[in-house]
């Protein structure tokens, strides 16, 4: 395109929205829209980052000039400043770290009166549902346009009360001190917007990190984070890591093994009493998880570490991190599969695994809010697995139909009701038939449970499990 | 089919869901959806995320085929597993054991250095290598050291050099690498670490800093939402609550602070007026001193001047001199008879006083409680000769002024003499109505003779200070000097104070010497007299009567009120000072002289000895008409009173000659006891010595050369007549006699009423 050489006389600002070339999964040439992000000079070029709209953060990356559709562009206009006739001030609620990175960013740019808003925003939105609604009704439709904002108020049915200390005197105060996950709009500004580390190497893997993570600031410039894949201590060079592995001679993670099946083992670590391990997985676990908050340190959590042994030792797949006392009823913190072990099944293992450890507490739980969006797919995909694994095993009893309470599959699964519930719903087995409610199989809800079932191999052996749960309560301290 | 109730019942978690498959259900699309009934439940997705392309594709397409398909999965970064330099990197393997692994954290620490060596490092190390053999573990572990041991500034070499027990060729080749390396180095530290939260907050919002400490775990019922939000609006509550109370607690304290500083600046005004300090000189002398003491320890002293003074008293007793420090105050210059006018007052005002007195001795913001200081410093003097009498005093608690020790002073014992707190009554007196409060009718023993109203106090080292005052009964007490001593009077400490219950008949009489007198003897007067021969405590207590002027470099002053003096300078009331100092050398002298004749006079050499008598020269400035020259000190507010020099004559020691030296000077000299008297007994070089010391203290002797009048009285009736304003030294002896009172009173009632102006000053 002959206009893609325009983009560096054309001032392309933050704010500025156009469609930017990507390869999709089957490797295609799209154009999405998205917002420039922020934008810097390295020796000879421009580099602009962008948000693709309506996708998620982890695709945002540094693209050159010649991906930008630059005869689509479309600059960020300054808010009207009387209401429109909505009563919403402008037409799109319009990201508020747009504004940052023009304050931030090094070149002057539009005065900072306004948010920036768009002419044709029901061109972008149409535009945008119509380039992506796929699928049957069922599939929700794309809301407005809001790339990288976060609502305060996380619609999520587990009432975390995220915003407890965001009291309304609007005096900006420090995160809430429980859990792990921030849905908070301190959360929203451009530096932990962008991903600041570029490549990270854990043992033979490299990963493309997704999100920020608050690794030493001068090791964010590094073209490569080197890992020890044991201590997950971060190295800013190889070199580097060879002196380290000369001194470490951790094979597994530093803690105590309480599950081993076949080469799958979980080591539950204390991040109080190993508060190094602990940050350091905190921290690549940062990398890829949007909404994880390192605000605070570990001591009220314990991470249990999924590994995959073989002859070099025990290699971290995943892990999941839990609150020794959970006032919500939260049984997972945060809950990852590092990348290169994903869609293989380990992440239902997981939480798989993190339901086991409920069963032995004899409780109930679910995991913190917000879920990503793999969060919920992997959680709605375990739900229903669990749960029509119950009904189906169900039989007749006496020749009468087979029956089961809400109540029932929870205690069975340790999965909260609310869950169950919307499990359910979800897989819309609920109908009302006759003056009652009733659960009703379907039969494509049937194979597809069975293929499923037939896939998924990796499983949590709960004999090999070697759990005592603590009450820590009653201890002083976590 | 169904007409079914539109209202379905909410779903009973409860409740058995009979399970049917569909095939069993013909005709199931008459079933009513539920989700009428039941709300759809929540994602747990945040809104915005919800929407994303890639999601809605992938729940459309499993809703689709209850299957996740290749391409409908959603799109990450890509992650690489291909490092093909693993296997070197991770070198050895790992047998899986049977046992789950244990451990125990506190066992994973192991000695190693957190820094790891880099290639540039390297490169180094091999340099190094050349001359020497240096491991690469043995530098690594040398740069932690370094590193740790830095934490904004980097270590010196010097301190490197404690740090690593290394060759010094090593030592600073790594260490100048170390350094250099350091400062180009973008990170704070060459040990790559989180950033750490600062406690003031300032780092809150820094997205680079992490695992900030929690403050605090909040305890809130499970599953209570609200709780959380409440708890801590309650905490907040609290904290704003305490914070409250100790602003309000605080607000107190200043304001505590506020009236007692108000009270001593008051204090300190009238002791200006009183000595006549206008041009602050005095003050500023006093102030260094001051703010090492504690102000309010020593019931006698206010000031550390005070106190000084107290410890020369103390010396000069245990020399057995008696020597009496007044201050005068007196409304007109007058003779020692002024002193019988306050005695007046005093009485006076006593039956008033006396009941009042717990409220006196709490502060109140006015004149008298000023005064009350004055008092207090009195009262010590008189404690040791009358502590029958008013012993309350004494056990009354010092509210504010009680005494506290002050790290890194040095306290002497308590001299008994010190609490009485006969003055205390009275705060509300002022003017000459304090005058005679403050002072007794006090005599001398070596120049017997009375030296009229005079107040005592311990100086520093322990001499005895007595601080005169002159008033209208002067005259009277002239003639008290003779007839007094001749007629005995009960030895007793009770004899010299007047039971205070008698003082309220006195007011206003005593005009006359036998009026004096009789006063005296029916103890409505206090009269000191110094005892022929005393135990070494009660001597003490008779002898000084501290004086409150303490403050004034080394001398006692003795405070004259110049009903109308003229503006004095600095200078003149120097030269004055100076001049009394002299005089009162001379006059201790003289007083060494007699007093080695008498017998009256004892002599402990010991300080400790309490028995000490004093010789007090008073000076006493000559009736206010008079000269100004007398009275440079006198200031010219209407009768003010002015601090004239007098000389202590301690017996004592050889130290007073240093202490007149010092008078001036500061502090030392404050201790003016010392100074003043030049010690006679003990150091007969002294008398000698007196003109040099005077010279010494106060270069400038005029007219007060002529002054030494060896007797005491008459000295100073003589320097009152002739020189008028004249401090006159009167060194008194221990016993001393008093008898005529009455003329004193008339005298005593004339100054009662002058008086009263002086107190609206």
Known sequence: RSSRTSATQVDVV????????????????????????????????????????????????????DRLDMKKLQFPKKEAKTPTKNGLPGSRPSSPESEVVRVVGAAAYLSHHGKPTFDNF??????????????????????PNQPGRKRKQPPNCGGTDEDSQDSSDGIPSTPRMTGSLVSDRSHDDIVTRMKNIDCIELGRHRLKPWYFSPYPQELTTLPILYLCEFCLK???????????????????????????????????????????????LCLLAKCFLDHKTLYYDTDPFLFYVMTEYDAKGFHIVGYFSKEKESTEDYNVACILTLPPYQRRGYGKLLIEFSYELSKVEGKTGTPEKPLSDLGLLSYRSYWSQTILEILMDLKPDNGERPQITIND??????????????????????????????????????EGHERAMQKRHLRIDSKCLHFTPKDWSKRGKW | MSKLSFRARALDAAKPLPIYRNK???????????????????????????????????????????????????????????????????????????????????????????????????????????????????????????????????????????????????????????????????????????KLEKRDGSTNNDAYVAFRRRTEKMQTRKNRKNDEASYEKMLKLRREFSRTVTILEMIKRREKSKRELLHLTLEVVEKRYQMGDFTGEVLSEVTAPLAEKP??????????????????????????????????????????????????????????????????RQHIVNKADIKQYDFHSSGEEDYPL?????????????????????AGCHYLAPCLDQTSGLLWDHPELAGLDALRHRQSLTALSVPQRCVGLARRRVGRGGRVLLDRASSDLDGVLKQLDSGVFSSSFPKGLSDHQVPTQNHRTMPGSASSLTDLLSNIQALRWRFFRPRSTQGDDSGEGRTGRPSMDNRLSGGLFVHTKNSGSGGITEEQYQVHQQALAQMQKQQLAQLQLKTAGSTDCIISKTLDSAGAHFAASAVISAPGQVNNENKPDNTSVNGVVQPLVESLPPHSTSTSQGGTGLDRSGRTPSSGGPLLPASHSTTPQSLPNHRGHGSAVSPAHHHHNARPSPSSLKLATMATSSLDRVPKVTPAISSMARDNHEPERLALNGISETTVPMEVT
């Open chain 1, 234 to 280: 971060y190295l800013k060079s190889l070199k580097c890591l060879q002196r380290h592995l000369t001194k470490c001679n951790l094979r597994h993670p530093p803690g105590n093994e309480i599950y081993r099946k076949g080469t799958i083992s979980f080591f539950e670590i204390d991040g109080r009493k190993n508060k190094t391990y602990s940050q350091n």
């Open chain 2, 386 to 406: 009358s502590p029958s009498s008013e012993p309350d005093e004494e056990n009354d608690p010092d509210g504010t002024f009680a005494f506290r020790r002050k």
């Open chain 1, 14 to 65: 933050e704010g500025c929205r156009l469609p930017v070339l990507r390869k999709n999964q089957e490797n295609e040439d799209e154009w999405p829209l998205a917002e420039i992000l922020s934008v810097k000079e390295i020796p000879g070029r421009k580099l602009y980052y962008v948000h693709y709209i309506d996708f998620n953060k982890r695709l945002d990356e540094w693209v050159t000039p």
């Open chain 2, 24 to 194: 069993d259900l013909p005709d199931l699309n008459d079933c009513v959806s539920i989700n009428r009934a039941v709300p759809q439940m929540p994602t747990g997705m945040e809104k915005e995320e919800e929407s994303e392309h890639h999601l809605q594709r992938a729940i459309s397409a499993q809703s689709v085929f209850r299957e996740k398909k290749e391409n409908m999965v959603i799109p990450v970064p890509e992650a690489e597993s291909n490092i093909t330099y693993y296997d070197r990197l991770y070198k050895g393997e790992l047998r899986i054991p049977k046992q789950l692994f244990h451990i125990q954290p506190l066992g994973l620490d192991n000695e190693q250095p957190d820094y790891d060596m880099d290639s540039e490092d390297e490169i180094l190390l091999n340099r190094l290598n050349r001359k020497m053999e240096i491991k690469p573990i043995q530098f690594e572990t040398m740069v932690d050291r370094l590193e740790k041991a830095s934490t904004n500034q980097m270590v010196t070499i010097t301190e490197a050099k404690l740090l690593l027990n290394e060759d010094d060729y090593l030592l600073k080749a790594v260490y100048d690498y170390w350094v250099r390396k350091r400062k180009n180095c973008r990170g704070p530290s060459l040990i790559p670490l989180i």
């Open chain 1, 122 to 143: 029901a061109f972008n939105q149409s535009l945008v549902s119509h380039y992506y609604s796929v699928g049957n009704g069922t599939a929700r439709r794309p809301m």
């Open chain 2, 295 to 360: 102000v309010y320890t020593v019931p006698i002293t206010v000031t550390n001047g005070n106190r000084h003074n107290h410890k020369a008293e103390i010396k000069i007793k245990s020399g057995g001199l008696p020597y009496h420090g007044y201050h005068h105050v007196s409304v007109k210059d007058e003779d020692p008879f002024d002193f019988v006018r306050p005695k007046k007052k005093y009485t006076r005002r006593e039956p008033l006083c006396r009941p009042g007195r717990p409220a006196k």
């Open chain 1, 409 to 446: 599959i929870s205690e069975i699964t340790s999965v909260k009701k609310e869950d169950v519930i919307s499990t359910l719903q979800y897989l819309n087995l609920i109908n009302y038939y006759k003056g009652q409610y009733i659960l009703t199989l379907s039969e494509d809800i049937v």
